[in-house]
């Protein structure tokens, strides 16, 4: 078992894993925030801090679902010969290996009937999924025995039968108070190295959702959930006291989440109804969740002109322009050709504007139409070219230091743009960030 660092922590992702990466590392380094990430996945991300992480932080991710702090490493190796070869005398060095004792230790003793823990197992490598359960039944009843040892009476969660993966929902972990009670185990298995630990903070859904359809005033046929909004606010690297604006606002969304960062929100929407409804929601958040010193203005106004509404003090964009029409079926490549087109005109304007206005070292992030065709191949609008034009440089979130390690490990070292859609969809997000030298 390799010697371990004071501060390494796993982050669980959501389901767009390159997008919640790319908050991640925005999202620290926007705070001076020193790290190095050691593995990632599809599934996790196991990141070393130079300093300790409050449980809080996950509040302020859109794309993370659980962060655990690890206690330990131990060599996959050793779990491919217990639960994919069914070797019985690695299982036996496994019981040795696994931090039974520390991770038990923090688990109280249930006052009355018995405490309820958990174990989720995550992977790098899908071939570990016809294991995972197997492995998580072996952690499981290790630390019960440990527990038993410390004549603490504990119940170990199972999973319905229809479970794909063993995997605690952050419901099941919010529902069982398993945080409180350091009683949810993860094991995240990597290429070369399994951590273990206990999960510090989960992901809150409810606080999305109450965002999302408890606001005065919704949009759902153009709206952005407030989870895309968060990650958005931290690819531009907002923080307390920036200057955010959101010139196509709509019903103010992306301003919300910035107002959360407690950044200095400005919104503006040429419909006179957006304008009011992104108020009433933004003086409805600033209400909901005691936002003291809260400072925002919505205007209204066409994006084209946004130089003469304010100065050229903004540190932070995001946006969401027109994505074109709503289609009911794919459209041809042609026809897709053709609406982006159309919207060209748009996002050149609005990147000469944001040019203008944004102080050196801001950063924008935009959405652009990633459409979905007949023949397969997506069209999209590709406006890394115009945005350079202008004078923008393109974000490349994982052309890092932090990253280098793995860099020839990791050929998404060149990408500056995220697509994020459902299946169901036929008009998606693509992502782009860009700052201003």
């Known amino acids: 078992m390799s010697q371990l660092p004071q501060n390494v922590f796993c982050f669980v992702s959501g389901k767009n894993w390159k997008l919640s990466l790319g908050e991640l590392t925005s999202y620290f380094e926007a705070r001076e925030l020193q790290f190095e990430v050691w593995e990632f996945s599809r599934s996790f991300f196991t990141i070393k801090t130079q300093v300790p992480l409050e449980q809080s932080i996950i509040d302020n991710l859109g794309g993370t679902l659980k962060i655990a702090k690890v206690s330990a490493f131990i060599p996959t190796e050793l779990l491919t010969s217990a639960f994919l070869k069914e070797d019985k005398h690695a299982k036996q060095e496994l019981k040795t290996l696994f931090p039974l004792g520390p991770l038990s230790n923090k688990i109280p003793a249930s006052s009355s009937g ?5 174990v989720s197992v995550y992977w790098s490598d899908p071939t570990f999924r016809q294991a995972g359960t ?12 440990e527990l038993k040892e410390q004549d603490k009476k504990a119940r170990f969660m199972g999973f319905p039968r229809d479970r794909e993966n063993p995997q605690l929902t952050p419901v099941e972990v919010l529902k069982q108070g398993l945080i409180e009670n350091h009683a949810e185990i993860l094991l995240c298995i990597g290429k070369r190295e399994t951590a ?14 109450k965002r999302d359809i408890e606001k005065p005033v ?16 931290n690819l531009t690297h907002c923080v307390p006291g920036k200057v955010f604006l959101d010139p196509f606002c709509g019903v103010g969304t992306l301003l919300m989440e910035a107002l959360l960062e407690q950044a200095k929100v400005v919104g503006i929407d040429i419909n006179r109804w957006c304008v009011d409804s992104a108020k009433r929601n933004l003086d409805w958040v600033s209400h909901e969740y005691s936002l003291a010193d809260a400072s925002y203005v919505v205007l209204q106004g066409d994006v084209r002109k946004i130089s003469s509404k304010i100065g050229n003090d903004v540190d932070c964009i995001a946006t969401e322009p027109d994505l074109g029409p709503a289609l009911r079926e794919l459209p041809t490549t042609h026809y897709a050709q053709e609406i982006i087109q159309n919207l060209r005109p748009l996002f050149e304007d609005f990147l000469d504007e944001s040019y203008e206005i944004m102080r050196s070292g801001g950063y924008l992030a935009v959405v652009t139409p990633f459409i979905r065709t007949r023949s397969g191949s997506p069209v999209t609008m590709n406006i890394q070219e115009v945005a350079q034009s202008i004078g923008f440089a393109p974000v490349k979130p994982y052309q890092k230091t932090a990253f280098l390690k793995e860099a020839s490990e990791f050929p998404l070292r060149n990408m500056s743009s995220f697509i994020d859609m459902d299946e169901r969809h036929k008009i998606g997000r693509e992502i782009s960030v860009f700052r201003k030298p």
Request: aromatic share 10%; hydrophobic share 45%; charged share 20%.
């Open 114 to 118: 018995k405490l309820t823990f958990g």
């Open 134 to 145: 197997r492995a998580q039944r072996f952690l499981g009843s290790a630390i019960k025995n």
């Open 196 to 209: 273990v630990g206990a999960t510090i903070a989960v992901h809150n859904p409810f606080e999305f959702q």
């Open 218 to 233: 919704q949009r759902k046929i153009f709206g952005i959930s407030p989870r895309v909004a968060k990650i958005m606010v």
